[in-house]
């Protein structure tokens, strides 16, 4: 179970990240049936080519939910005050997305801003933004 | 163009119970192993009432309904030309298995990049539990790739 504190923790922390296996086509089957988006674009290559895709692309929130166990694993869920993000570029099937967090500020009612991000194993950024977490001294 | 007249249209809430097996599916979906989101005793353990709910997964439940994308048909546009744009939450109440959600949904801003290329479609969603308290509050954007 995650404990930190408030008071361990300081402007510039690193939140400790994550690697996630590289997205497979199964990982996506899993997520449309778990997450109850069946958007075709996401499992079905001759929908995705009528499209002008090369492949299917990756549920962007199966990689937010990537961030969330980044951030779930660092903190206790009921912390969590808020969680936005923006994605910028498509996901691909086989990236291998890492998850990274870091505390932008600190606040005297107990909160803390992570900027966040995750990007694949090239580099390139997938989604950035930020989550507000209350935490306990 | 999409019809910017839509903008304020409040879509058909809809009600949904929050089920353990679909929570332990999303678990093994995003590869999560943290017993606290698998098991009653480790969430328990860990202060919450049942299996939470986990920080992205208030968007999966306002999925079930027999047309998750009526909203794109209402809006004229193909679902193949989709792109989520940004997507955020608030959290306001902790939600745990066998809890029931209501989703209500307005349409908050459609507006357009680069000549019409790309179109925005803004929402904005309150959440609620069982007992009328709002949990979540979700704000998402889409992108359409004309």
Redesign the interface.
Known sequence: ?PDISFDALNVGDAVPPLT??PISRT?LA??A?????????HIDID??R???MDDVIAH???V???A??M???WA???A????????SA?IAVHDEITCTGTISAKHDDGTVHVDLEAANQHGEVKLA?EAVLRLAN | MIDKTLIGTKMPSHSTVVDANRLRLFARATGQTDPVYLEDSAAQAAGHRGLPMPPTMAFCFDMDVPEPFEILDLLGVELGRLLHGEQRFEYFGDVCAGDTLTYRTTISDIYDKKDGALEFIVTDTDVDNQDGECVVKMNRVYIIRN
Do not use: C, K, W
């Open positions: 179970m996630v296996e990982t899993l997520y049936g778990a997450s109850g988006d069946h958007n075709p674009i929908f995705a009528r499209y002008g962007g929130m199966l937010m939910a990537y969330g166990r951030l779930t694993d206790p869920q009921t969590l005050q808020s969680f936005g993000i923006r994605f498509i933004g």
